[in-house]
């Protein structure tokens, strides 16, 4: 059973991701605001305040049932994103994953160590057997990070929102714990 209470850090070659605190909200309020996070993930709640995100940011270490770790720079210890696993659902042994990258961890594989980071937790540790997805159909950078890291496109959902001036579609994507062993089998 999934022990979401536990809040790891998880290290690797280019990232360290560690339990948020309430410390790091101006540091999100910072990248979610930027515009190219926006445009790839949504508009920010008219209501988030720098206020909600110290609140948010700072509960996410009591949370029981799901994993919201920041994403950071190892050299400097700077906050660059989030990866968050979420909607957790105990008798599928599933959970929906997000993240965020913001522009000072960009094209650096910052993004794809986070995904493969916390996608083998799931699977390794907490004993997910599903864990799965969806990105903007336009959001290639992010598609192919996903697809690196195991995941497939298992659908798409058609125009399921109206961002700047069109109707955007939706990829689904969805790792499964065996897909994963194969994956890092091959690696080895």
Known sequence: MSDFSVKPVLTGEKT???????????????????EEVTRFTGDP????TPERLRDWYGSRGAQPDRLDLAVTDPATGELVGEVVLHEWDPDARSCTFRTLIGPRGRGRGIGSEATRLVVGYGFERLGLHRIQL???AFNHRALRVYE?????????RRETEFK?????????MGILDRDWAALTATAR
Do not use: C, N, Q, S
Request: glycine letters at 12%; zero cysteines.
């Open 16 to 34: 360290v991701l560690r339990p948020f605190t309430e410390a790091d909200a101006e540091g999100m309020w910072e990248i979610i605001g930027d």
């Open 45 to 48: 709640a008219d209501e988030l």
């Open 134 to 136: 969806e990105a903007y």
């Open 148 to 156: 690196k890291a195991g995941f497939v496109r298992e659908g798409l």
């Open 164 to 172: 700047h001036g069109a109707w955007v579609d939706e990829v689904v």
